[in-house]
C-alpha cells in the first residue's frame, strides 16, 4: 500500500515492497483499499505464537482449578480483543495511527503522555518476544546437542533481532506480507505440535486441581487480559487505517476481536492441560516459557517446532516495532519513521541481553512489567472508548496536527483522568518483581481489602479500575465538548486561503513541518 509521497486521487498506487513513507500523516483516498477481513491475518499472525501455551502455566500459578482457569482465560482473552476490535474503528474513520487519534481526546500535545507510556509498553513487549525467541531456540539447540550456550545465545537473538527490526523498518506492507506467511506455517505446524503432545494429557490429574478463591480467579482474568488484548489496544488502529472510510465499524470490530482471540484461546486451552498434567512442566514455564515446551517433544521435531516458536513471535514483535515507532514519533520525537524503528530495535537488543544474560527470573520481571504499565494503559483505554463512543463523524484531518484546531493543544481534564486512574489502578495492584515498585498496593490498605498480603493483593484489580474509571469519567465529561466539535460549521464573512504551520505536521512519514492550505470559510 504505502511506498512513498503522498498521492494524488488520480495516481496509480505502486505495487512492490518498499521502505513505508508514512509515519504520523494520515492516509490518503487513493491509498484506502483492502477489506476488513483481511485484518484476519496481522492480528492471527501476531498472537499464534505458542507463547500461549505457556499461559495455561501461568493461570494455574494464581492457584485455582481448571475450570476456574478455563473461565478466567477465555473470558480475559476474548474481552480484551474486542477493546482492541472497538479502539480499530478509529483507524478507518480517521486513517491515521492510533496514538495520532488519541489527539482528539487530549490535545495535539497533551497527547504525548498516553503516547510515552504506548512507546513505553510496545518496546517492552517486542523485548520479551525476542527474549523468548532467543532462549527458545538455545533450548531446542541444547537438546539438539549443538550447544545452546552464550554463543548460540547471542546468535539466535542477533537473527532474530535483525529480521524483527527489518520488517519494523520496511513498514507496514512488508509487515502484512510477513504475517499472511507467518499465520500459514505456524498455525500448521502448532497443530502438529498439539498433535504430538496430546499423549502428555492426564486428564485426571487436571481435573483433581484444587478450586481456588474468587478473588485468584480475578487475578488471572486480569493478567491475561493485560497478556493478551490490552497489550494491543495502543497499537489497534494502526492497521485498520489503511481501510476505506465507508467500511462497516462492526466487521472491523468482529474481524480485529476474531483475529486476535482465535489462535490464544485454543493455545491457552491446551497450556492448561498440558500444564495441568506436570507440576514439573508448570514450574518449568515459568523460567522458560517456550523453551520448556519441547521437553514434550520428539527429537525430530525439535527443529520444526524452534520453526514455529521463531516466528509466532517474531510476528508479534513485528507489529510491536511498527508501532512503536510510532508512538515513539508522537510523542514529539523528531526523525522517520523508519530510524524511530530503528531506535526502538537497538533498545529491544539491549533489553533482551539483559533479560537472557543477567535477570534471575523472567516470570518475575514480565508479571511485574504487565502489572504496572497495564495500569495506564487500561486507563488510556478507558478513555480512548469513550471518546469513540461519542464521535459520530469522521475525524478533522488537519486539527490533529493543529494546537489550535477543534482538538486542542492541552486538554487538561482527560489528562487528569488518565492521570488520577492510574494512580487508583497502581494502589490496588501489587508487583513484587521489582524492590523499588514496592509502594504500589498503597489502597489496598484503607479500603479495606487485606493490604499488600490480604487475599486481593494479587487480584490485579487496578487494571479493571483503571479502565472503568478512565471510560466513566471520559464519557461523563467530554460528551459536550465533543458535541460542540462535531456541531455544523458556521460560516464566517470572508473566505480566504490562510498559510498554516504545526511543528506536529508530518510529511511523508519524516516529522519536518509541513505548510498546508486550509479553506478558512469555515469555522474549524
Not at 478463591?213 to 482474568?221: D, K, P, T
Not at 481501510?243 to 462497516?248: E, I, K, S
Not at 482527560?414 to 498496593?441: E, K, M, Y
Request: neutral net charge; hydrophobic residues 50%; charged residues 15%.
Amino acid at each position: 500500500m504505502p511506498g512513498g509521497e503522498a498521492r494524488s486521487q488520480g495516481e496509480p498506487v505502486r505495487r512492490g515492497v518498499a521502505v513505508e513513507a508514512h509515519g504520523l500523516d494520515v492516509i490518503g483516498e487513493a491509498e484506502r483499499k483492502g477489506r476488513p477481513a483481511q485484518l484476519f491475518w496481522p492480528w492471527f499472525g501476531s498472537n499464534v505464537s505458542v507463547l500461549g501455551l505457556g499461559y495455561g502455566a501461568f493461570a494455574l500459578g494464581f492457584g485455582i482449578s481448571f475450570w476456574q482457569a478455563l473461565v478466567a482465560g477465555v473470558a480475559g482473552i476474548v474481552f480484551s480483543f474486542l477493546l482492541c476490535g472497538f479502539v480499530a474503528v478509529a483507524g478507518k474513520r480517521g486513517s491515521a495511527p492510533t496514538m495520532v487519534l488519541s489527539r482528539a481526546a487530549f490535545g495535539v500535545r497533551g497527547n504525548r503522555l498516553p503516547s510515552a507510556v504506548s512507546w513505553m509498553l510496545t518496546v517492552g513487549w517486542e523485548t520479551v518476544l525476542v527474549t523468548l525467541a532467543t532462549l527458545a531456540t538455545a533450548t531446542v539447540f541444547d537438546r539438539l546437542g549443538w550447544g545452546g550456550g552464550t554463543s548460540t545465545k547471542v546468535a539466535a537473538l542477533v537473527a532474530v533481532s535483525v529480521l524483527t527490526v527489518a520488517a519494523g523498518v520496511f513498514g507496514f506492507d512488508l509487515i502484512m506480507r510477513l504475517q499472511t506467511v507467518i499465520t500459514v506455517v505456524t498455525g500448521a505446524l502448532t497443530v502438529v505440535y498439539a498433535v504430538l503432545v496430546a499423549d502428555e494429557i492426564r486428564w485426571d490429574t487436571v481435573s483433581a486441581l484444587p478450586a481456588g478463591s474468587g478473588q485468584e480467579v480475578m487475578g488471572a482474568l486480569v493478567f491475561l487480559m493485560t497478556g493478551f488484548g490490552l497489550g494491543w489496544v495502543n497499537a489497534a488502529a494502526d492497521y485498520s487505517r489503511y481501510l476505506p472510510r465507508r467500511t462497516p465499524g462492526s466487521a472491523v470490530v468482529g474481524w480485529t476481536a476474531f483475529g486476535g482471540a482465535a489462535a490464544p484461546v485454543v493455545l491457552f486451552v491446551l497450556g492448561l492441560l498440558l500444564a495441568g498434567s506436570s507440576a514439573g512442566l508448570s514450574e518449568a514455564v515459568a523460567a522458560d516459557p517456550v523453551g520448556a515446551l519441547t521437553t514434550l517433544l520428539p527429537t525430530w521435531f525439535l527443529v520444526p517446532f524452534a520453526l514455529v516458536a521463531v516466528a509466532g513471535l517474531v510476528g508479534g514483535a513485528v507489529l510491536d516495532i511498527y508501532s512503536s515507532g510510532l508512538a515513539l514519533l508522537a510523542v514529539g520525537v523528531r526523525v522517520p519513521r523508519y530510524a524511530a524503528a530503528a531506535i526502538d530495535g537497538l533498545l529491544m537488543v539491549a533489553g533482551t541481553v539483559w533479560i537472557v544474560f543477567f535477570a534471575d527470573d523472567f516470570l518475575g520481571t514480565f508479571q511485574g512489567f504487565l502489572t504496572t504499565l497495564g495500569v495506564p494503559v487500561a486507563a488510556w483505554c478507558g478513555i480512548m472508548l469513550a471518546d469513540i463512543a461519542l464521535r459520530r463523524r469522521p475525524y478533522d484531518d488537519t486539527d490533529l496536527f493543529r494546537r489550535s484546531g477543534r482538538y486542542g493543544d492541552v486538554r487538561r481534564l482527560p489528562v487528569a483522568i488518565l492521570a488520577a486512574a492510574t494512580a487508583l489502578g497502581w494502589g490496588l495492584v501489587t508487583n513484587a518483581a521489582a524492590n523499588w515498585l514496592s509502594w504500589q498496593g498503597y489502597l489496598l490498605g484503607p479500603l479495606g481489602l487485606g493490604g499488600t498480603a490480604g487475599a486481593w493483593a494479587y487480584a490485579n484489580l487496578g487494571v479493571l479500575a483503571a479502565l472503568v474509571c478512565g471510560f466513566a469519567g471520559a464519557l461523563v465529561s467530554g460528551r459536550s465538548r465533543v458535541r460542540d466539535e462535531e456541531a455544523p460549521a458556521k460560516p464566517v464573512a470572508q473566505t480566504a486561503a490562510v498559510e498554516t504551520r504545526s511543528d506536529d505536521m508530518p510529511t511523508d512519514g519524516c516529522s519536518r513541518a509541513r505548510t498546508r492550505r486550509y479553506d478558512s470559510k469555515y469555522e474549524p
